[in-house]
C-alpha cells in the first residue's frame, strides 16, 4: 500500500496488512460499510451464499484460531464448505496473500443483533463486528462496493469485472418524519423559521417536503444516517447546523432537589454490570 493509506490507517488504530485488505479497511473507516475481500481461486464453485452455520461447523477465522459454531449463526459459504463467519471475521481458506491475483469483493448488511450474539458468544471482537451490531444501512453498500474497486484499480493495478452481483430482498424505503416548528421550540426553547429550519437540514442531505401546514414540514433522512428516527433527532442537527450560541441559556429559578436513591436502585445498577460482564 502506498504511504499515505498506511499512514491514515495507523493514525485510526488499524495495522496495515496488504493492499487489498487496506483498501477495504480504508473503505470501511470512509463508509462506515465493512467489507471483505476473498482469494476468488479459493471459493469453490465460484461463488458464495450466505446461510446458517451447521451445529458445531468449524471455522478457521484469520487469526488461525478454530472456531466452533451453533445453528443460530451466519456464515459465508461457498459450494464446499463455510469460508466466513458473516459479519464477524473471515476465514483463512479463503485469505488474500500475497500470491493472489484474483478477488472477490463482498459487501453485505446483516442484522445487528445476530451478529452481536455471534461476536460475544465466540467471543471475537473485530471493527466489522462493532459496525453492524449497531446498525448499518443497507443502501451503503454498493456505494462502499464501488470505491473500493476505484482503489483497487488505482492502488493495486486491477482490472474490474463488469457488472455487480446484487440481492436486495425486502427492501425499505426511508419513512419521512413530521416536524413543525412548534415541536423545535418545545425542545429547544427557540423559534425558528420553518425556512432556516428546512435549509438546515437540507445542507446535510436530508429530503424534505412542505406539510399540511406552514409550519410543518416531511422530512426524509439520506440513507447513509441509521441514527435518525424521531422528530427530536431532526431537532438535534437543526440546533447543531444553526448553531448551539443561538439557543438562550436560562438559569433554573431554584436549585434541585436533593436526591435520595433508594438502596434497591444501586443493587440494580450493581447487577447490571456483572450480568453484562458475563454476556448476558
Given amino acids: 500500500s502506498p504511504g499515505w493509506l498506511q499512514q491514515r490507517l495507523l493514525a485510526c488504530g488499524l495495522r496495515p496488512i496488504s493492499n487489498i485488505v487496506d483498501i477495504s479497511n480504508y473503505v470501511m473507516l470512509e463508509y462506515g460499510q465493512p467489507l471483505h475481500a476473498f482469494d476468488y481461486e479459493k471459493i469453490r464453485g465460484k461463488g458464495i ?11 478457521v477465522t484469520l487469526d488461525g484460531v478454530e472456531r466452533v459454531l451453533s445453528e443460530d449463526m451466519l456464515v459465508i459459504a461457498d459450494t464446499a464448505g463455510s469460508v466466513a463467519i458473516a459479519g464477524v ?4 481458506d479463503s485469505e488474500v496473500t500475497q500470491g493472489t491475483t484474483s478477488i472477490l469483493l463482498e459487501a453485505a ?32 453498500t454498493l456505494p462502499a462496493l464501488k470505491r473500493a474497486t476505484q482503489l483497487i484499480v488505482q492502488l493495486a493495478g486491477g482490472e474490474a469485472a463488469k457488472g455487480v452481483i446484487d440481492v436486495y430482498p425486502g427492501k425499505r424505503d426511508q419513512e419521512p418524519i413530521s416536524l413543525s416548528t412548534g415541536k423545535i ?20 442531505g436530508f429530503d424534505c ?30 440546533a447543531r447546523v444553526i448553531g448551539y450560541d443561538k439557543i438562550p441559556a436560562t438559569m433554573l429559578s431554584q436549585p434541585l432537589p436533593r436526591q435520595n436513591p433508594e438502596p434497591i436502585f444501586g443493587l440494580k445498577q450493581r447487577a447490571g454490570r456483572i450480568l453484562t460482564d458475563y454476556s448476558f
Fill in 209 to 238: 417536503k412542505r406539510g399540511d401546514s406552514a409550519s410543518q414540514v416531511w422530512v426524509t433522512a439520506p440513507y447513509w444516517r441509521s441514527d435518525i428516527h424521531l422528530a427530536v433527532d431532526l431537532v438535534e442537527e437543526v
Fill in 109 to 140: 448488511n446483516f442484522n445487528p443483533a445476530s451478529i452481536h450474539y455471534t461476536g460475544r458468544r465466540l467471543q471475537l471482537p473485530s471493527e466489522a463486528c462493532m459496525r453492524f451490531e449497531r446498525g448499518i444501512r443497507p443502501e451503503l
Fill in 89 to 92: 471475521m473471515g476465514g483463512a
Fill in 49 to 59: 451464499i450466505v446461510r446458517r452455520a451447521a451445529e458445531g461447523e468449524a471455522v
Fill in 185 to 204: 421550540k418545545t425542545v429547544l426553547g427557540v423559534e425558528f423559521s420553518l425556512g432556516q429550519v428546512v435549509d438546515a437540514l437540507t445542507s446535510l
